[in-house]
C-alpha cells in the first residue's frame, strides 16, 4: 500500500491525474474504470487537456463500475451520465473506447472484462459511511462479483439526490461491480478529500476488515494507492 498526500484539493488532483495517466501510456490495451462524483472532478479537469484527440493514447479503454438507471429506463443512467459529462466528452474518447455497464449487460460484465484482459486500474473514490462503487454496507458481501442491489426505502432516499430529488426518476434498483470484481483489478487508486472524509480513512487504515465498512477490504489489495488531501489525511500519521 502506498499512501500519497496532496496539500489540498487541487494538489491531490494533480498527482491523482498524474497517476492516472502513468497508466495510460503502454504500447498494448489499457483498461481503466474511472469514478464519477465530486471527487474527481478537478482531476477531470486537469486530464481533459491533456488527452484531449490524443491519438498515443487510442488504447486506453474506459469502464464504469456501477450504474444506477432511471426508473423509466428511458435514457443512459447516471454514472455513465456523469462521466461523459466530465471527462469522455471533453476529452473526445472515440465511442468504441467507451464500454458502458448497465441494467441490460451486468450478468456479462465480470467475464466481458476477463475477455478484454483484465482492469489494469480502478480509480475509486470513498463515502464517510465507508462505500465505494455501490457497495454500501449491509448492500454486498466481499465474495460478490457484479451484482444488482435491490433499493429500499433507505437505498432510495440515499440516491435520490442523483436525480435532483425528483422521486419520480428513482429506481427500485441499481448495478455495481462487488469486492470481489473489484479486487480482480491489476491495481486501485483511491481517491479522498476533505475533514468529511477524515475519519473514514482512519478506520480503514487501523481498523479491522469488516463487511460493516465495505471500503476496509481494498487494503488486502496487493497494488493499491490512496491519495489524499490534507484535510482527509488529518487523522492518519502518514508522515
Given at each position: ?13 494533480t498527482i491523482a ?94 467475464q466481458r472484462i ?19 462503487c455501490g457497495n ?104
Open positions: 500500500m502506498k499512501i500519497i498526500v496532496g496539500k489540498n484539493l487541487e494538489e491531490m488532483s491525474a498524474q497517476h492516472v495517466l502513468s497508466y495510460m501510456y503502454q504500447d498494448r490495451r489499457v483498461n481503466l474504470a474511472i469514478t464519477g462524483g465530486t471527487t474527481p472532478e478537478k482531476m477531470y479537469e486537469i486530464l481533459v487537456p491533456q488527452v484531449k484527440n490524443q491519438t498515443c493514447f487510442s488504447n486506453v479503454h474506459y469502464y464504469n463500475f456501477d450504474e444506477i438507471p432511471y426508473k423509466k429506463e428511458d435514457r443512459e443512467g447516471v454514472t455513465i451520465s456523469d462521466l461523459r459529462r466530465y471527462y469522455l466528452d471533453p476529452a473526445n474518447i472515440a465511442e468504441e473506447n467507451i464500454h458502458a455497464l448497465n441494467q441490460y449487460n451486468y450478468k456479462e460484465q465480470d476477463k475477455n478484454d484482459g483484465g482492469l489494469d486500474m480502478i480509480i475509486l473514490g470513498i463515502g464517510a459511511d465507508g462505500h465505494y454500501l454496507p449491509g448492500t454486498t458481501s466481499f465474495g460478490d462479483m457484479t451484482t444488482r442491489v435491490e433499493c429500499d426505502q433507505r437505498l432510495k432516499d440515499r440516491i435520490l439526490p442523483e436525480f435532483n430529488y425528483e422521486e419520480e426518476h428513482v429506481p427500485d434498483y441499481y448495478i455495481t461491480m462487488g469486492p470481489k470484481s473489484i479486487m480482480m483489478a491489476k491495481n486501485l487508486v483511491l481517491i479522498a478529500s476533505g475533514t468529511k472524509k477524515a475519519e473514514i480513512i482512519q478506520r480503514i487504515l487501523q481498523g479491522k476488515v469488516e463487511e460493516s465498512i465495505p471500503a476496509s477490504i481494498l487494503t488486502m489489495h496487493p497494488n493499491l494507492t490512496i491519495i489524499l488531501d490534507e484535510e482527509a489525511a488529518s487523522l492518519i500519521n502518514y508522515k
